[in-house]
């Protein structure tokens, strides 16, 4: 147990990210690395010291490279088709990747971020993170770090229960509730967490989003210190999105966190969401959730690399919270927008797709929501 005190907090995140049975190639706008993990190591027979920094056609076969271009200059994500490619030698795999681009809200490309997942019944995940990674360090962490939240957690979802069963204040009760609703995540996530398999377990069902919104903002008003003024400018008209509520939450909870980190003690928080009318998703209408503050801002330098994973100004951040929040988003089929400027603030607009038919039987009057 004292030995999984001892890792240092960067050291664990590297190894849980090396532990994605998928490949992952961050890319900047020149095509070259900027970071990959030990599965995409593993697929493509390469090193992490001799690729970072190189052109990504170095070792990526040229499908894959087209569709990291198709991303960019298509401005959405790509999904590829089941790919049989060569990697080294004779040796062949079957493959399917998709690319996805990040853009700023001016339409300035940021960089690529390319998944690749091996179909070919490789045995990369087996041989090598559990082999190498999971036997020796990763099942032990997990088992210690999932003993050592769980005890607490526990205690913590009883004492709430507690609290809610005797009170009579429909404030506490509310509080009571929120607290127990937030444990429950963490021991699924914890959950997620053991089983190698981060987005396992995700239902996609109809999201009511202005309802994860306020439980996000009043989770954060009363847990922050700060005396934030927060705005809520929601249009009532938008259906539910399909989606994972627990992973969109995460989502909302990681952006709003940033905001409050960023802005000052009397600061303001604007949450708001709209039609969108200048943009689609795969053909599809879409929904925009915008979260803007007047915060410190992003450095322009600093705003090209924040979806890139492990890279952080805090000083005890962990770097992967962007990183997530992009990868869960994409997999909904939206996209994440950031727009900021030193000394004014920040906004990041989510993306989130909706069928035309919804939309079309809304506006009919056939269907009402808010």
Not at 15 to 26: K, L, S
Not at 38 to 57: H, L, N, Q, T, Y
Not at 148 to 164: F, H, M, S, T, V
Request: charged letters at 25%; glycine letters at 8%; hydrophobic letters at 40%.
């Amino acid at each position: 147990m004292a030995r999984v005190h001892k890792r240092k907090g960067t050291g664990l995140l590297r190894e849980v990210f090396d532990a994605i049975p998928d490949g992952i190639i961050v890319l900047d706008l020149s095509f070259c690395v900027l970071s990959i993990n030990d599965s995409a190591e593993s697929i493509f027979k390469v090193s992490r010291k001799k690729v970072v920094g190189r052109p990504c056609f170095e070792f990526l076969p040229q499908e894959i490279v087209d569709i990291a271009k198709r991303s960019i200059r298509e401005e959405r994500s790509v999904f590829g088709d089941t790919l049989t490619l060569p990697i080294k030698g004779k040796e062949r795999i079957t493959a399917q990747a998709v690319a996805s681009p990040i853009f700023s809200q001016k339409g300035n490309p940021m960089g690529i971020v390319v998944q690749v997942r091996d179909l070919s019944g490789a045995k990369f995940l087996s041989e090598k993170t559990l082999q190498e990674i999971s036997t020796h360090t990763f099942e032990g962490l997990i088992a210690g770090l999932a003993h050592e939240l769980k005890n607490p957690l526990g205690g913590i979802k009883g004492a709430a229960q507690i609290l809610k069963s005797e009170t009579t204040s429909p404030d506490t009760i509310k509080c009571a509730e929120i607290i127990i609703k937030e444990v429950d995540r963490l021991n699924l996530l914890l959950e997620r967490l053991k089983d190698l398999q981060p987005f396992a377990r995700e239902t996609f069902e109809p999201v009511d989003i202005h309802e994860i919104l306020s439980e996000v903002i009043y989770l954060e008003s009363k847990s922050s210190k700060k005396d934030i003024n927060f705005i809520e400018n929601f249009d009532v008209t938008l259906p539910p999105v399909i989606g994972d509520r627990d992973s969109l939450k995460q989502v909302f909870l990681n952006l709003v966190k940033n905001a409050i980190e960023a802005v000052s003690v009397n600061g303001t928080i604007e949450i708001s969401t709209r039609w969108i009318t200048d943009y689609k998703l795969k053909g599809e209408n879409a929904i925009s959730i915008d979260i803007k503050d007047n915060g410190i801002g992003i450095p322009k330098e600093d705003l090209e690399k924040i979806f890139t994973p492990f890279y952080t100004t805090k000083r005890k951040g962990s770097g992967l919270g962007l990183f997530l929040a992009y990868q869960i988003i994409a997999k909904h089929g939206g996209a994440i927008f950031v727009e900021s400027e030193p000394g004014k603030g920040t906004v990041f607009r989510v993306y989130l797709p909706v069928s035309k038919q919804e939309r079309e039987d809304i506006q009919s009057g056939f269907l009402t929501y808010g």
